[in-house]
């Protein structure tokens, strides 16, 4: 928040994200403490950190159609999420693992057409020096290695899962996320031509 005023406007979204999603944690904290299940905070954690992401990629992305495609995506994910924790998965009976599946896998799929476009709007900046390209990592290696660990949250809470592998890599992939993202927040400055445009 210190650097605020020097972020470009995707970055300045990324971090008032920061902001939002330690309010979630507080809420999914005080939610298992008190009634025994944070699910219910987790659906909506999960769903305001894919809104704030589709916009940063809004921003992000030349191609008008992957703007669109961006932005319609938030609606699509927020209309999936009401139907499945209406229907399908009930915040109080079990986590939203359909919602972490679709936007984990729309995640993945946004990076991915992020790199090609870094790849056909190459920059003369360094790759190390460049906000986006340390987002874009971040986002896509929590994204896909997360995938998985995620959509089966709801299996491992049935079987009484500790702390294992799964655990201790999701325990590994947290930190590593809050780091990439910080280092792109570092060194995001609204003087220097990134990607974006600004």
């Not at 219910?40 to 999960?46: D, K, M, N, S």
């Not at 290695?145 to 049935?158: D, I, K, P, S, V």
Request: net charge positive; proline share 3%; hydrophobic share 55%.
């Amino acid at each position: 928040m210190v650097r605020y005023k020097k972020l470009t406007i995707p970055f300045k979204i990324l971090a008032v994200s920061f902001l939002v999603n330690l309010l979630w944690e507080f809420i999914a904290e005080f939610s298992a403490l008190v009634y025994n299940t944070n699910a219910f905070a987790l659906l909506f954690q999960e769903v305001s950190a894919y809104i704030f992401q589709s916009i940063i990629f809004y921003y992000l992305f030349k191609d008008s159609a992957l703007k669109k495609i961006a932005l319609f995506s938030i609606f699509f994910v927020v209309i999936f999420a009401i139907i499945n924790g209406i229907f399908l998965q009930t915040p109080y009976s079990s986590f939203p693992t359909y919602v972490y599946l679709l936007t984990n896998g729309l995640s993945v799929l946004f990076c991915l057409f992020f790199f090609k476009q870094m790849l056909q709007y190459p920059l003369v900046i360094d790759i190390t020096k460049q906000s986006v390209f340390w987002f874009n990592i971040a986002i896509l290696l929590f994204s896909a290695t997360m995938f998985f660990n995620m959509g089966l949250t709801n299996y491992y809470a049935r079987h009484k899962w500790g702390k294992d592998i799964i655990f201790y890599l999701w325990c590994c992939n947290q930190p590593l996320l809050i780091i990439l993202l910080g280092v792109s927040l570092l060194i995001d400055n609204r003087k220097v031509r990134t990607q974006n445009g600004q």
